[in-house]
Nanobody
């Protein structure tokens, strides 16, 4: 079992930046691949980024590649999502997710993750 708590969301103007954090507890953090997803009103939850158990491999959705950076600190049991050049279409609730995996496989579907945080709202104004 792992518990996930997101933080760092808020309201920002287009072109601005935010850094999301996700603190994990309850299990050995380095056993887990970590992902970020987002869900806008009326839309399905979509993949944003993923980082492998040791931080050595990362994946991004095309829509955020080059603007967002995922990273992790296994000593702090925390994964981050640095979001730059934000756009109004980035507005959504952002969720942190975890699944046990010590490989470099890409997990871009929400059904591939076992554990979820409650989400943090990101609103980008135009």
């Amino acid at each position: 079992q792992v518990q996930l708590v997101e933080s760092g969301g808020g309201l920002v103007q287009a072109g601005g930046s935010l850094r999301l954090s996700c603190a994990a507890s309850g299990s050995t953090f380095s056993n887990f691949a970590m992902g970020w997803f987002r869900q806008a009103p009326g839309k399905e939850r979509e993949f944003v980024a993923q980082i492998s158990w040791n931080g050595g491999t990362v994946y991004y959705a095309d829509s955020v590649n080059g603007r967002f950076t995922i990273s992790r600190d296994n000593a702090r049991n925390t994964v981050y999502l640095q979001m730059n050049s934000l756009k109004p279409e980035d507005t959504a609730v952002y969720y942190c997710a975890a699944r046990q995996a010590k490989n470099r496989v890409m997990f871009s579907s929400s059904v591939q993750y076992n554990y979820w945080g409650r989400g943090t709202q990101v609103t980008v104004s135009s």
